[in-house]
């Protein structure tokens, strides 16, 4: 969510029955305000929030130029001092999804992570892993799974370039009840003429991302439209705690996580 419109977007914020309180807002608005102006970013957005045990993690990403390829993501326990997560490996998104401890609230702390799919006398059953790298991974999995825009929100320049646009101004009401309106924010995954064979208003500059009625299986989204059917809001059923809204017919949207980085892999068996 923008950081900026905060106080303007809390009353569509309802994860897990939190609401954003004054105090966070305010917390987030002066931290978050100076970290953007020091690193020059066009836009600052909070991302969530990841409980932990001694202390809850609050993230926030800072976007230059490219709103795909030039996201930062920050961390803090403080609001005083923003950390820069490093880049997910692949090995630590695979350990962080089968990792069973809660987070504790120390970027230095160390856990080990059990491969049952290993057998008992491999050395590489039992694995180490710090909490920053848990933290950055469990991050970008949720971010290439469940981070989502509204159709038209993203927009790719003729030379390349993904930029948030400024002419987006939201969705009508029919478009706000088809999942193929919400786009993954990640470089496409599916063949880049999927969306030309099944979009009869197909546009370029707006579908190069993978829409989410395509994701499996089908069902492990939760879209509703409440206010009378001005509001949408998106769930995923695979991260507990991700939340999306679009207010219909206007720019404004915004994406939030708040839960325990906790992916339920039971959801094809719940379906």
Known sequence: MNVHKLWE???????????????????LQTSLTMLQVENHFTHMQ???????????????????????????YFY???FKFWGLLPKAKKK???????????????????????????????PERCKNMKEEK??????????????????????KQPDGVVVVSPNFYGLTGPEAKLL?????????????NTNILTRADYNLSMDFLDSIDMDIPNGCWNL?????????????????????????RTPDAGFLYVGNGRKNLDVPFLI
């Open 134 to 155: 848990r933290l950055a991974a469990t991050i970008s999995n949720i971010c290439e799974e469940a981070e989502v825009c509204a159709r038209g929100q993203l927009v």
């Open 76 to 78: 803090t326990t403080d």
């Open 9 to 27: 977007y809390r009353e569509y914020v309802k994860v897990n029955g939190i609401m954003l309180t004054n105090e966070l807002i305010s917390l």
């Open 92 to 122: 630590y998104k695979f350990l962080s999804l089968i990792a069973n401890t809660p987070f504790r609230g120390d970027i230095s702390e160390k856990i080990k992570v059990l491969d049952e799919a290993l057998d008992q006398g491999d």
């Open 46 to 72: 909070y991302w969530g929030q990841i409980y932990g045990v001694d202390r809850d993690y609050h993230i926030a990403v800072g976007i230059n130029r490219d709103a795909i390829n030039e996201r930062k």
């Open 180 to 192: 193929k309106s919400y786009l993954h924010i990640r470089p496409a995954q599916h063949k880049w």
């Open 224 to 248: 509703t439209l409440e206010n009378v059917g001005t509001v949408a809001y998106l769930k995923s059923l695979y991260w507990p705690g991700m939340m999306y809204f679009h207010k219909v």
